[in-house]
């Protein structure tokens, strides 16, 4: 069954010969799949959304964590709770990669480089914040010509210059009337630089409510990991 849902099963010649199956499906059999309804999820639809009331009356924040085997439903329940009863949430989604996992800030980093696509809130950072981001980015030196990429010797001031700059780049690029939706999902595969900085970002005093959503695949067996104690904390 793990081998199925994770995709590791070595293809097989086929017995007989396959259907003919058309690249795209007609409009209405897409609908109907869209249409399907969420079935056995309304108590968590209702936490989620009461957490979000929350976060919205007393402009705090929030952090749900989703746990479940691959191919359960954890993608879909945030799908169908972003979507709403009457307007779509405000949100901001950060995917985490198998293939990435050994590497450093992976995630923020292509999350961030993504959000340069509309880079109004560069105007909206500070010289000294952005001049720490470019160590991450440093295509920001083409549309803020004010900042210098200078490497800086990795050091524990440093390291928290950086962190604060992610969280601030972050929280300017999530800016919304309403409390916004953060999510990150298959964080089983997140690499130990993202998990710090999660563990200070969630603890940090934001500028803004928030609610948080972490999914990750079944760790129970795993006690020792660094990211149960992370989110322990």
């Known amino acids: 069954?793990?081998?199925?849902?994770?995709?590791?099963?070595k293809s097989r010649k086929p017995h007989h010969k396959a259907e003919s199956?058309?690249?795209?499906?007609?409009a209405k059999q897409v609908d109907t799949l869209q249409l399907l309804p969420l079935v056995g999820r309304g108590d968590a639809l209702t936490q989620m959304a009461q957490?979000?009331?929350?976060?919205?009356?007393?402009?705090d924040k929030?952090?749900?964590?989703?746990e479940g085997e691959a191919g359960i439903g954890k993608t879909r329940l945030i799908e169908t709770f972003v979507a709403g009863v009457q307007t779509q949430l405000p949100h901001f989604i950060i995917h985490c990669y198998?293939?990435?996992?050994?590497?450093?800030?992976?995630?923020?980093?292509?999350?961030?480089?993504?959000?340069?696509?509309n880079s109004a809130w560069l105007e909206h950072m500070t010289v000294p914040w952005l001049s720490e981001l470019v160590r991450l980015l440093p295509e920001i030196t083409t549309q803020r010509?004010?900042?210098v990429y200078e490497p800086i010797a990795d050091n524990i001031a440093a390291q928290s210059r950086l962190l604060e700059a992610i969280a601030q780049a972050l929280d300017t690029v999530v800016t919304s009337t309403n409390p916004i939706v953060l999510i990150i999902e298959d964080l089983q595969w997140?690499?130990?630089a993202?998990?710090?900085?999660?563990?200070?970002?969630?603890?940090?005093?934001?500028?803004?409510?928030?609610?948080?959503?972490?999914?990750?695949?079944?760790?129970?067996?795993?006690?020792t990991d660094y990211r149960q104690r992370v989110l322990a904390e």
């Not at 957490?51 to 402009?59: G, K, P, R, T, W």
């Not at 929030?62 to 989703?66: F, K, L, R």
């Open 145 to 147: 010509t004010d900042i």
């Open 190 to 192: 997140v690499d130990k």
């Open 51 to 59: 957490l979000y009331q929350c976060v919205q009356h007393e402009a």
């Open 21 to 26: 199956i058309p690249s795209s499906m007609p």
């Open 194 to 223: 993202t998990l710090d900085f999660l563990s200070y970002y969630l603890r940090r005093t934001s500028r803004q409510p928030k609610l948080h959503i972490l999914t990750w695949r079944d760790m129970k067996n795993d006690v």
């Open 1 to 9: 069954y793990r081998l199925v849902v994770e995709d590791k099963i």
């Open 98 to 117: 198998e293939s990435e996992s050994d590497l450093a800030y992976a995630p923020l980093i292509r999350a961030l480089r993504n959000a340069l696509a």
């Open 62 to 66: 929030q952090v749900i964590c989703i």
